[in-house]
């Protein structure tokens, strides 16, 4: 007799971070956080591939980051749906597991796996059965390709994705379906890697209903707590030359009588790890202590030990830069929306490094008011992402698509310039940034060409999106995102076929692409997967 697996009702709010993962579902009237990782509310993303059979995620993959590096995997969110700098996508062998290789996509699955299946250990009593569907939040600037990928992984996890969000988006539905609704507001997201800063206009409609309106976001692509740490190993490091005359960072000078690369790599690691925790500890305290014993051996056997103390304002010192970017952004953003700062009603902090006490001050100093606190900025993506996904319902047969109706609305703006190759390899701009999207309809533009050639019987459409205007499209910054062929055009004088090509943008900023020409022959975009 074959069994049918139980699905849970709940569609559930995914935050699939670079760093670190939740997920929530809205229960009892409100947004929970759901265990995860042995008891914990938020799950690192990192993967670790331990041997054929068993892949480890979260905390106990982190912890071997230091241990075994060819074998784990953190950040992958940096990869999904890209390209690298080989032209390839992501792919990895594992030592431990050679008899295939990993896409970002799969890393990504085994993380959406271990969530839902945490979800499902710690929470049963809630759940009522398998998680199945999903409201995933992505970053506001990831393109079709990123976020397709974001979908494979989530299918490859045995989740259906039911609408993806913003994150921005989802933490600022978490904030205002519980206070007064009517403000404009800016969220502040500074993560393990990446910056964002949005702003968004929120009205009440009447009886529960809300909308969201984007009006603007900016951001700083490498930026978050990861380079924090990288300031406290700096300083660690330089104190630790005085005592010792050997420069961790540098792997190719011969020191201390013949320090080994993979030595110093090794005292790098450990460093790293140390330099997080003593970052967390400078949050709460003016001072931390970094202490390691054996951090390396030298060309002559003498063990160094490190031990040194940091206080805060050593540590605000080296760090200013860094916020002043995230300042420069966040000017930018409200310029862009054509606000000033006495616009902003609010100020929310998501992501775990607004957890460093130079950031809030920086904020409240700016704007002459403090941040909102009243928020877990760990979780409150996830718990945004949930209470949007309530809001949707799921039909009573698996086999049906879930309904998008929603007594959210979500005004969005297009994120990339996207645009066509013409002639002497040159963009041409067919949806612009910026352009909003109606919350009901999806964005359609068009535009017409002409044939370049007498008799020319087929035409290549590549489409490409770029994030700042561009001219050529072998400029950098400029991705292809697709191309597909038309044929079978009747031979006729150059210029004398039409071709309307046409561009739409549904509210997930998802795009299909359409060409027809005036004999009637035409084509649609076939994304080119990554
Ligand atoms: P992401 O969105 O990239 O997944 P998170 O929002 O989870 O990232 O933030 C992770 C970053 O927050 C890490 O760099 C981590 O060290 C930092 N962080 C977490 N807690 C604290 C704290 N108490 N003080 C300073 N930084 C913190
Ligand atoms: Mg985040």
Known sequence: MALIEKYSTY???????????????YHKGRAEILKVDDGRYTLPSVVSVLDVETTLVGKQARS????????????????????????????????NRPERSYSATDISAFILTKLVMGAQQSSMDILQGTPRYAVICIPANFDDNQKNATIDAAKLAGLEVVSLIEEPVAAAIAYALEKDRD????????????????????????????????????????????DFDLEIMKIASAKFQESSEIDIFDLKKDQGGGVSPKALREAQQKLKEKAEIAKCELSQSQKALIEIPSLLKDGDGKVHNLEIEIDRSEFNDAIRPLLLQSKEAVERAIAAAKLTIEDISRIILVGGSTRVPLVREMLTEMFGK???????????????????????????????????????????????????????????????????????VPLSMSKEYSTQRDNQTEIRITVYQSSDTKE??????????????????????????????????????????KAESSSGVGGALEIKRS
């Open 183 to 226: 403000q404009t507001i800016l969220i502040y997201d500074l993560g393990g890697g990446t910056f964002d800063v949005s702003l968004l206009r929120v009205d009440s409609t009447g009886e529960g209903l809300a909308s969201f309106k984007i009006l603007g976001k900016e951001g700083v692509q490498k930026l978050g707590g990861d």
């Open 472 to 513: 050529f499209i072998y400029e950098e910054g400029v991705t292809c995102i697709g191309e597909f062929l038309i044929t079978k055009i009747p031979p006729k004088p150059k210029g004398a076929e039409k071709i309307t090509i046409t561009f739409e943008l549904d509210q997930q900023n998802l795009l299909k692409v």
């Open 11 to 25: 569609i559930f709010g995914i935050d699939l971070g670079t760093s670190n993962s939740a997920i929530a579902v």
């Open 64 to 95: 071997r980051m230091l241990v075994d590096p060819n074998n784990t995997v953190a950040s992958i969110k940096r990869e999904i749906g890209k390209l690298g700098e080989d032209g390839k996508p992501w792919n990895k062998e594992f030592p």
């Open 370 to 440: 403090e941040p909102y606190s009243d928020i877990d900025p760990d979780t409150v993506v996830a718990a945004g992402a949930a209470s949007f996904a309530a809001t949707l319902s799921v039909p009573d047969d698996p086999d049906v698509q879930p309904q998008l109706d929603s007594s959210l609305v979500i005004d969005n703006l297009v994120t990339l310039n996207l645009g066509i190759e013409v002639r002497d390899r040159r963009f041409n701009l067919i949806i612009a940034k910026g352009l909003e999207i109606p919350a009901d």
